[in-house]
């Protein structure tokens, strides 16, 4: 799942937030002011005609619990990919995991970039059009049977900026 923001900071200081979520179906819904999931990110100043748009997503996995000989499971959620429309490109510094829940070792939110273009002709400024993520987790570590049956998870919104180059 994600959801799209377009997040405006005006030049007077103050701020207005308007939500859109992608539906399964494709269609795009507005939420108003009102973030359809957790508060999103903070976003720096930006000169006023500057919009800055965020892809935000929901992923999470949960492991079997940790076994009576002590080994540990693992899990992984399964990828979700965004790609961009023409003319638009994701900023990769930007990325944010965002993990809100975690429990056992190795959570992690992975992410990977690619369909990469050049939006300046000549210049070697490659940028990513396509970002798929997914989150990691391992069940805890048992010493001397203190953690068998017990759970790990990752619960995460990442999220990442993109903007129109042309």
């Avoid at 030049?11 to 507005?30: A, F, H, K, W």
Wanted: proline residues 5%; negative net charge; aromatic residues 10%.
């Amino acid at each position: 799942m994600s959801d799209l923001q377009d997040n405006t900071k005006p030049c007077c200081g103050g701020s207005t937030e308007v939500y859109y979520s992608l539906q399964p179906d494709g269609s795009i819904v507005s939420h108003g002011t009102t973030a359809p999931l957790a508060a999103p990110l903070e976003i720096a100043a930006e000169p006023c005609t500057k919009q800055r748009l965020v892809v935000r997503f929901a992923v999470e996995c949960t492991t079997k619990g940790t076994n009576l000989d002590q080994s540990r499971e693992s899990c992984r959620s399964d990828w979700t990919v965004v790609t961009l429309p023409d003319n638009f490109v994701f900023e990769e510094k930007t990325f944010r995991e965002g993990i809100y829940s975690a429990s056992g070792s190795d959570n992690d939110v992975l992410r990977q970039f690619t369909d990469f273009i050049e939006i300046i002709a000549g210049t070697g400024l490659l940028f990513p059009r396509t970002v798929k993520v997914a989150c990691r987790a391992t069940s805890p570590e048992s010493r001397f049977g203190e953690n068998i049956g017990s759970r790990g998870w990752t619960k995460a919104h990442p999220t990442v900026e993109y903007f129109a180059y042309r």
